[in-house]
């Protein structure tokens, strides 16, 4: 787990300082509208590409007959579904490569 953390009121409270003529509440809507896109593209399909960023998408996992349930050990069946991912883009992995 992540020492540090960057919740969603902190990239809020971030964006204000460096727009302080925007205010809070515009800020939370429009990344709420973002988030909210997001998930409605996925939802469909999609594929959203972000450059600087990365690409997110679904991908399909295979069902599996015997599937283990880690919190009480018991087998279980799983059904073919899908899984949202995300590739980071060049600019993001090259700006994070040396980091430890």
Request: a negative charge; one cysteine or more.
């Amino acid at each position: 787990m992540a020492k540090n953390k960057l919740n969603k009121a902190e990239i809020i409270e971030n964006i204000k300082d460096n727009h302080p003529y925007i205010s809070r509440d515009d800020i939370h809507q429009v990344i709420d509208e973002l988030f909210e896109e997001l998930k409605t593209g996925l939802t469909e399909g999609k594929t959203i590409e972000l450059r600087g960023i990365g690409t997110f998408e679904v991908k399909s996992r295979a069902g599996k007959e015997h599937a283990r349930n880690p919190k009480t050990g018991e087998s279980v069946s799983t059904e073919r579904h899908g899984v949202a991912c995300f590739r980071p883009g060049k600019e993001l992995q090259e700006s994070v490569w040396d980091l430890r």
